[in-house]
Antibody, heavy 120, light 110 residues
Framework: EVQLVESGGGLVQPGGSLRLSCAASGFTFSSYWMHWVRQAPGKGLVWVSHINSDGSGTSYADSVKGRFTISRDNAKNTLYLQMNSLRAEDTAVYYC?????????????WGKGTTVTVSS | QSALTQPASVSGSPGQSITISCTGTSSDVGGYNYVSWYQQHPGKAPKLMIYDVSNRPSGVSNRFSGSKSGNTASLTISGLQAEDEADYYCSSYTSSSTPRFGGGTKLTVL
């Protein structure tokens, strides 16, 4: 079964850091671009970042550029999101998603999400 | 980047058809045939329903269809069923080589 499972969310103080993980199974992880998408409470989906299949290319939304870093370990079938200098507005459910289109943002498999709360 | 424009809500009765619009610009929706639609039930992860404007992934009901005219893409759901009640989001590839999501539309089945 194709599956993505996020972990690493939690409560963190403003200015703090968290690292999210996304464990992939049931498909050849190293063949796919991957994304992080977030959803603030009661709000819509917002793309956060993507990484290409071998990890050599990344992109970020302006709102997280310079604070978040996406990476992957294809040997461990795991995607990561290192989040630094967290702000209250980063509070959201964070989803990882598989890109089935090689970079045209067709996200065909999603995890269930992990919740990040930034609050003092 | 602002979100693509979707109506906040639409509604319909069982068996009817509804259409959700998604309006962007020539730099996103109008410029590329890379529009996707996602369904999200409360507390659940999004599910891909339409990709590349009008293609359905395997397993998605043929009651769901997509189209595009100019800078506006549309999702049509025919033969509405209670289980279709959910939030729907469009997304598009953009000239910045990043995606942009719509603000979301809440579909109510009356």
């Amino acid at each position: 079964e194709v599956q993505l499972v996020e972990s690493g969310g939690g409560l963190v103080q403003p200015g703090g850091s968290l690292r999210l993980s996304c464990a992939a199974s049931g498909f050849t992880f190293s063949s796919y671009w991957m994304h992080w998408v977030r959803q603030a409470p009661g709000k819509g989906l917002v793309w956060v970042s993507h990484i290409n299949s071998d990890g050599s290319g990344t992109s970020y939304a302006d709102s997280v550029k310079g604070r978040f870093t996406i990476s992957r370990d294809n040997a461990k079938n795991t995607l990561y999101l290192q989040m630094n200098s967290l702000r209250a507005e980063d509070t959201a459910v964070y989803y990882c998603a598989r890109d089935d289109s090689g970079g045209y943002y067709v996200m065909d498999v999603w995890g269930k999400g992990t919740t990040v709360t930034v609050s003092s | 980047q602002s979100a693509l424009t979707q109506p906040a809500s639409v509604s319909g009765s069982p068996g009817q058809s509804i259409t959700i619009s998604c309006t962007g610009t020539s730099s996103d929706v109008g410029g590329y045939n890379y529009v996707s639609w996602y369904q999200q039930h409360p507390g659940k992860a999004p599910k891909l329903m339409i990709y590349d404007v009008s293609n359905r992934p395997s397993g998605v009901s043929n009651r769901f269809s997509g189209s595009k005219s100019g800078n506006t893409a549309s999702l049509t759901i025919s033969g509405l069923q209670a289980e279709d009640e959910a939030d729907y989001y469009c997304s598009s590839y953009t000239s910045s080589s990043t995606p942009r999501f719509g603000g979301g539309t809440k579909l109510t089945v009356l």
